[in-house]
């Protein structure tokens, strides 16, 4: 590594101490809130931290390397009952429209307009939000992944799909004092299914889904 880099590098390092040890010293916890413990999890209805949600895709390009993408934003609602895991269920909804992709090409591309009046190659200049709701959860032993079963909205388009979650992490947010609970996953759609099938096979059908989402529960909820 050059000397510069090796600089630059620990001036980071020391910023990051730095703003770390103005956290604490506001009032932020020394450690992390969040315990990967599934008794911390309590009753009720939950709303998804929008400001901490999102959802990444990932596709085969040509053959040669996979592209990522991220909608962010996400909202919607989760509820639970820790005495009765399976009977949760949550409602999201990923808006379309702020897709964040690191090319500005592509990112008009998947919101332009049709051609001459025609349909577009992908979402067009206003698409709805996608949305996914859940219909079953089947929980594993030891509360700590799910299948979670339901219908995804994406592209005027409904499908059923199956969720592999995991529970990451339950706690009270430490500025807000929600509690708070956070879940990952990812599942595999096919974008043709959706009426998403531009370039297809040269572009990947398949479009793999990977979700990180905290939920939480505001006021009296």
Do not use: C
């Not at 999201?92 to 500005?104: D, E, F, G, K, L």
Request: net charge negative; glycine share 14%.
């Amino acid at each position: 590594m050059r000397r510069s880099s090796v600089i630059a590098a620990m001036g980071a390092a020391t910023l990051g101490l730095a703003a770390t040890g103005t956290l604490i010293a506001q009032g932020m916890p020394a450690e992390a809130p969040g315990r990967v413990d599934p008794t911390r999890i309590t009753g009720g209805t939950y709303q998804a931290d929008a400001a901490h949600s999102m959802v990444q895709w990932r596709v085969d390009h040509l053959g040669f390397n996979d592209y990522f993408g991220i909608f962010g934003d996400v909202e919607g609602t989760l509820t639970l009952d820790p005495a009765h895991p399976e009977q949760a269920s949550v409602d999201v909804t990923i808006p379309v429209a702020s897709v964040t992709v690191p090319s500005a090409g592509l990112r008009d591309h998947l919101l332009r307009p049709g051609k001459d009046g025609g349909e577009p190659d992908f979402f067009g200049p206003a698409p709805a939000p996608a949305r996914f709701v859940s219909t079953g959860v089947n929980v594993s032993p030891g509360g700590m992944t799910a299948q979670v079963t339901g219908d995804l909205t994406l592209n005027g388009v409904m499908m059923p799909v199956t969720l592999e979650t995991r529970f990451t992490g339950a706690g009270a947010a430490p500025r807000t004092e929600y509690e708070t609970v956070g879940f990952e996953g990812r599942t595999t759609i096919s974008r043709s299914d959706f009426g998403l099938g531009f370039g297809v096979p040269m572009v990947g059908d398949d479009v793999e889904l990977e979700f990180s989402i905290a939920f939480e529960k505001r006021g009296d909820q």
